[in-house]
């Protein structure tokens, strides 16, 4: 990274960071350019030079977040794969408590910032979760003789469901507990008769 990138980059985080703080307190709507400006110390030319409007910031901030929970699928993306690829099939579970806790645990954590993103329609699922679908679920499906033709398909109706789910959840003010959320997931996506803990994707 060069001086110019060093330096966008800690302002965007700068920017980011005051987005995040301000969202505790005030409602995303009535957040302004100035303010952020003020919180971050950066002038309001140096905002529109990376933004059209706090809603291009909003989509930025919402990725600084993501990427810091799934930076861990991104730096060790060979070895998951590898594991994936030599694990018997029935230990291929993609959907556990395990995964799931850190994760609701993450998105009530970053509440604010989510529930602004969902109202402003700046959460795009398929784009948020381009590594999750990349190091885990691609594989996985793979493994299960999905055809590479059907599996975005598949992955789709895995992750827009979840996120359906989240997105309730968040609007509702994560009310109801991270492990009570965790189940639910589970319990959607495989039913009453399997394994509360375990969730593998199987062809026809």
């Known amino acids: 990274m060069n001086r110019s990138e060093s330096k966008y980059f800690n302002t965007a985080v700068r920017m980011d960071e005051a987005l995040i703080e301000l969202l505790e307190t005030q409602e995303f709507s009535y957040i302004s350019v100035k303010s952020i400006c003020e919180k971050a110390g950066v002038n309001r030319s140096t905002f529109y030079l ?44 993609f959907l556990t408590e395990d995964y799931l806790v850190p994760y609701l645990e993450y998105i009530k954590k970053n509440r604010r910032i989510y529930q602004a993103a969902f109202e402003n329609k700046a959460y795009e699922t398929d784009k948020k979760y381009s590594g999750l679908y990349t190091y885990i679920l691609e594989p996985i499906l793979g493994r299960f003789g ?59």
């Open 50 to 93: 990376h933004y059209e409007n706090t809603s291009d910031l909003l989509a930025e901030t919402l990725q600084y977040i993501l990427d810091s929970f799934t930076s861990c699928f991104q730096t060790d993306a060979k070895s998951t794969i590898e594991k994936i690829q030599d694990a018997p099939i029935d230990k291929l579970h």
């Open 146 to 204: 999905f055809a590479e033709k059907d599996r975005k398909y598949v992955s789709a109706f895995y992750i827009r469901g979840i996120t359906g789910i989240v997105n309730e959840w968040v609007e509702d003010g994560c009310k109801e507990a991270v492990s009570e959320m965790a189940s639910l997931i589970i319990k959607v996506v495989i039913g009453d008769n399997a394994n509360k803990n375990t969730v593998t994707m199987q062809s026809q």
